[in-house]
């Protein structure tokens, strides 16, 4: 995964472990989960101008919440330490972009999976009859060095790779034209594509991520009524309507 964006006011507020509440209407003494996030990966989860925890995984775990019958708290959360502090009862879960592999299944429970987060491409807004790289047969195509997506470009015959030390870089230079597509994760494709002030009415994903990278939300090993809790608001949420307009708001 490429490096987190980090802003330095989000960091004043994951140090001072700040909880920035999100529930359902509370008071019915039901079950309340604790839910750690690092809130420094847009579109995911990140900290607006108004001091809030917004993001994908914010908008999703409120519908979670809402079919699995719990109330909720984000607590806001560093990185470095988020899963020792699951495995030492800090909080009940973690949604935070949090892929499912098979080391840390070992040592943490994981939801059912509810993104692939892989890798996507984006173009310009003004490409036609492209969805996947082969489309783009004698063009170039860029990602970040040494990236999961740098390798995928090179699997490709008769496009050429160009990378760039930052992905910022490569997103400039689409809109520019000095090349043909930029290859990366689907959050970092979406933060430049739809989110970026300077890129969004100039760039657009195009297709469906072609590697698979799951995200599922983790459980400390062994809580099974929260585990429970969580796949039961995601199997009402998951390809719904409701889904698919969180999806297009964040990452679409």
Known sequence: MLKRII???????AASGVVFAGSPDEGDGGLHIVVATDATWPPMEYVDSDKDIVGFDIDLMKEIAKGGGF????????????????AGGKYDAIMSSVTITEERKQQMDFSQSYINAGQILVVQKSTSGVTVLADLKGKIVAAQIGTTGSF??????????????????????????????????????????????????????VGEPFTEEFYGIAVQKGNKEVLDAINKGL??????????????????
Request: hydrophobic fraction near 45%; include cysteine.
């Open 7 to 13: 802003f330095c006011f989000i960091l004043l507020f």
């Open 71 to 86: 109330t909720f708290e984000f607590k806001n959360t560093a990185w470095d330490g988020i899963f020792a502090g699951l």
């Open 152 to 205: 995928e470009i090179e699997k490709v015959s008769g496009v050429e790779l160009k990378t760039y030390d930052e992905i910022g870089l490569a997103y400039e230079d689409l809109v520019n034209g000095r090349i043909d597509g930029v290859v990366a994760d689907t959050p970092v494709a979406a933060d430049f594509a739809l989110q970026s002030e300077s890129y969004k009415d100039k760039l657009k994903i």
């Open 235 to 252: 199997d009402k949420v998951l390809g719904t309507s409701t889904y698919a307009k969180i999806e297009k708001k964040w990452l679409r």
